[in-house]
């Protein structure tokens, strides 16, 4: 054992245990608590370091029942247990109905109930005659005289403990039906079990004190120096604890927003600056709003189970609001007022009803669009829910943010402004092209694509102009606007990131290296 090494070291909180005690001392928390003025976590680190050292073993564990008193056994040992105070008021204002005693007493009536019952089996009380509850006249159960003592002795004890070990027979078991291990705010006393653990000094432990007497090393040396040493001059009479100027400090670690967090922030904060206004919505939603408002057909593959997640319980909505289902389902089914041919099938009530997690952020436009102001310019960062096989760009759990711009003379040029304005400077894509797509609700139909560093081109997002069949049948007769943009996406790009799964990283090291530009 190099002894030196270990002398070297050592704190104060060890050097003092070794030193005042030896291979036939019993040690225990409380007692270095008690003998060397320790608080239990410093007597706990001093074991712990020690028995790393292998300085100290540990010799055997005691288990110990400790009761605690509640804020309720605080208060019932001021009033009194309402056993005791349902005697009390019947000796002095005689038989009452059992109301009119949870009246006088000021007690809920179950209370006052679930007292009674005990107390009839135990002859102290009974129902008369006329349903009155009447005072025997009985001594009190030794029960309850036991409980008020509890109570007293509980509320006089240091941090309000009593020892099971201390505790009578008769106490332990009237303290087994007053006390909780858990949930104890409606019980006079909390259980606590608590385990005292022992140990004892190895033997070379004395070769250790013997060169640190030797040293003459107390472990009273000064550690740190306070303002009130330098005022006082009491630093020039002390010793010093010799430090390893090699050792680093100790890490420091700030906290600060997460970064994805703080891209969705910047993308909320640029387009506010914009002038627009942002909307939300339920994560639940009925296929009504979630196609059918959008003027996607109750039998589009898009419908399948194993595209959408339906709720188990309840499976659908009450109702769906007026007149926007009956223009919607004319929409489908002829068209309507739009000057279209609808899909040309019977528009199923039922159907339209089932409830579902949104599936993609456009339902969030249809929703706006019978509120929306002419000219209005909306967005929304939306949480949506799709059956998709996870990879580096799709996950099944995912957000987009859409948006609207509704006016008499928005035009596609301005949509494919809005576009570049994503792409170049919210995702920070330096290559952009635009694809001609297809979506139910839009005509004509863009799809805006990236090129990633190392995941090669990939889509953005949809967007196009809503077609007369969804704006319509919401009251608005002008060119809207729409884009669904896939924001996680984005992300990749801005946060120089290669895999979608990387935004939700368990590795908090990850998240701490990692950058926001923003």
Known sequence: MDIKNIIKNLHPLEIKVLLNYSSKDELTSEKLQKELDYKEGHANQAFSWLAGKEL????????????????????????????????????????????EVAAGLGLEQKDVGSAFGPLVKEGVLKMNAEKKVE???????????????????????????????????????????????RGATDAPFKMIERETVYFQLEACAAEVAEELKKAGITGNEIGEITPKMLASGEWKNGTFRGYNIAIPP?????????????????????????GFQEFDGPLVETEFWNGDALFMPQFHAAR????????????????????????????????GNTGSRGWNYCFDNE??????????????????????????????????????????????????????????DVTLRDLLGMLEMFAVEIAGATEVKYVPGYFPFTEPSIEVHIKHPVLGWFELGGSGIFRPEVTKAMGIDCPVLAWGIGIDRMALMALGLNDLRQLFCEDIEQVRLRKAKF
């Open 56 to 99: 100290l073993k540990e010799t055997k564990r005691v288990p110990h029942t400790y009761y605690e008193i509640t804020e309720m056994g605080k208060a019932l040992s001021e009033t009194g247990t309402v056993e005791e105070r349902m005697v009390s008021y019947l000796k002095d204002n005689g038989a009452k109905l059992m109301p």
């Open 135 to 181: 005072y025997t006249g009985a001594a009190l159960p030794e029960r309850i005289t036991v409980t008020s003592d509890l109570l007293k002795k509980a509320c006089g004890a240091e941090n309000g403990l009593l020892n099971k070990d201390d505790l009578s027979a008769a106490e332990v078991e009237t303290m087994n039906g007053l006390a909780k291990k």
């Open 250 to 274: 100790a890490r420091i670690i700030p906290g600060r927003t997460n970064p994805y967090v703080q891209f969705l922030e910047s993308v909320k904060d640029k387009l506010t600056s914009l």
């Open 304 to 335: 399948d189970i194993h595209d959408v997640y339906r709720l188990k319980n309840p499976t659908h909505a009450k109702s769906i609001e007026e007149p926007y289902l009956s223009n919607v389902k004319a929409v489908h089914e002829n068209g």
């Open 351 to 408: 159907f339209t009803r089932r409830l579902i997690l949104r599936s993609q952020g456009t339902v969030l436009s249809a929703h706006q669009l019978h509120k929306a102001e002419i000219p209005g310019k909306y967005f929304g960062i939306a949480r949506c829910f799709r059956y998709d096989k996870v990879d580096a760009t799709h996950l099944s759990d995912f957000y987009q943010t859409e948006g609207i711009i509704a006016g008499n």
